[in-house]
């Protein structure tokens, strides 16, 4: 089955700067990779996602990108805010009724 | 707004005990899951379900039960409680997967077995 790797497992970034955070898959079928940030005391909440079609994707001030080849995506969070603070993850699955698999994890702390 | 309700945020239960973990979702999805969070080890997939009746094994079925007897509804429930199943516990819906679509996640219920 796929599996999902996540890096690092926790970041600290200075407030204005960029972060990243790197995830590998192993399942070349999978064609959906969505990213998740959860906040202290919540649920995961899908922050941005993109499509094996779709080589970047951008929203304000996060955006992803993807490699199929080298099977592996990242999300990069510019202008890092404190409220950025959270637990990201990424997670992926091949289209139709297969639920997402979940990486590890990565605590972000932006500090002020 | 997509609303996915889990009856508890904190429990506290003993070991042996017969444990149900509730969850309600308000938008008519499909599909609903149940994971656990432990730190480290990310989410993980305990069961999940494509529609009323149905249920399928995830990545760590052990231990746990599910039912499904109305489409808004998804219990998980813990046969007898063991101290290896303190952990949080995240429901999620999604519409069907026809292609790829998000997943709408519970607040968790902590789960303490003592």
């Known amino acids: 089955g796929e599996n999902v790797e996540q890096h690092p497992s926790t970041l600290s970034v200075q407030e204005g700067d960029s972060a990243v955070i790197k995830c590998t898959y192993s399942?070349?079928?999978?064609?959906?990779f969505p990213w998740y940030k959860q906040e202290l005391g919540k649920g995961p909440q899908l922050i941005i996602d993109i499509r094996s079609n779709v080589g970047e994707k951008k929203d304000q001030r996060i955006a992803v990108t993807l490699n199929k080849t080298a099977k592996h995506f990242s999300l990069h969070i510019t202008e890092t805010q404190p409220e950025d603070s959270a637990v990201y993850f990424c997670?992926?699955?091949?289209?139709?009724?297969?639920?997402?698999?979940f990486g590890k994890g990565t605590r972000l702390s932006v500090i002020a | 707004d997509v609303k996915v309700t889990q009856s508890s945020r904190y429990l506290v239960k003993r070991t042996g005990e017969k444990v149900f973990l509730e969850c309600v979702q308000d938008m008519d999805h499909e599909n609903m899951f149940w994971y656990r969070q432990d730190p480290g080890l990310g989410l993980r997939l305990i069961y999940f379900?494509?529609?009323?009746?149905?249920?399928e094994k995830g990545d760590i079925p052990e231990g746990y039960s599910v039912s499904r007897e109305k489409k808004e509804r998804f219990s998980l429930i813990l046969e007898s409680a063991s101290t290896n199943q303190t952990s949080m516990y995240l429901c999620?819906?999604?519409?069907?997967?026809?292609?790829?679509?998000?997943?709408?996640f519970g607040q968790g219920t902590r789960l303490t077995v003592v």
């Open positions: 379900s494509y529609d009323v009746k149905m249920k």
């Open positions: 999620a819906s999604s519409p069907p997967v026809q292609g790829d679509t998000e997943a709408f």
């Open positions: 399942d070349s079928a999978s064609n959906y």
């Open positions: 997670a992926a699955s091949i289209s139709g009724n297969t639920p997402l698999v």
